[in-house]
């Protein structure tokens, strides 16, 4: 049988190693997604759980990686407050708590994950005014 037809190896079906098209080259490194993008957050498993999540019919190219840069932004930044929050603590490890103190602190983030519960995260320290003890010096003045 001839090479044309179904599953024959030549012609200008799929799988064929013509030498034409966006082929990597010999000995080429496959650089990932994220690489390309500069992005430390997996760009292809971004682009499977858009395409499975089944948000759209399709799905550009760009759209797992703009999804990828904006977590890895919301990461650094709630890391980098917590890391923060760890520190006027006097602790070398961010615990729960100190994503809690970051978050609830910072009211762009608060506002985004205002419905979000944090295991062991506990709550802000507040005191309201009314149950603090009166001072000695403004019981003269009242009379």
């Known amino acids: 049988m001839s090479g044309k037809g179904k599953g024959g190896k030549g012609g200008k079906g799929k ?19 994220s690489n390309r993008a500069g992005l430390q957050f997996p760009v292809g498993r971004l682009n499977r759980f858009l395409r499975e999540g089944r948000y759209a019919p399709r799905i550009g190219g760009g759209a797992p990686v703009y999804v990828a840069a904006i977590l890895e932004y919301l990461t650094a930044e709630i ?6 929050a760890a520190r006027d603590n006097k602790k070398a490890r961010i ?24 295991s062991q995260g506990g709550v802000l320290p507040n ?4 149950l603090l003890p009166k001072k000695k010096g403004s019981k003269t003045q009242s009379q």
């Open 15 to 33: 799988g064929g190693k013509s030498g034409k098209g966006k082929g990597k080259g010999k000995g080429g490194k496959t650089i990932s997604r």
């Open 79 to 84: 890391l980098e407050l917590a890391g923060n």
């Open 95 to 118: 615990i729960p708590r100190h994503i809690q103190l970051a978050i609830r602190n910072d009211e762009e983030l608060s506002r985004l994950l205002s419905d979000v519960t944090i």
């Open 127 to 130: 005191i309201h005014s009314v």
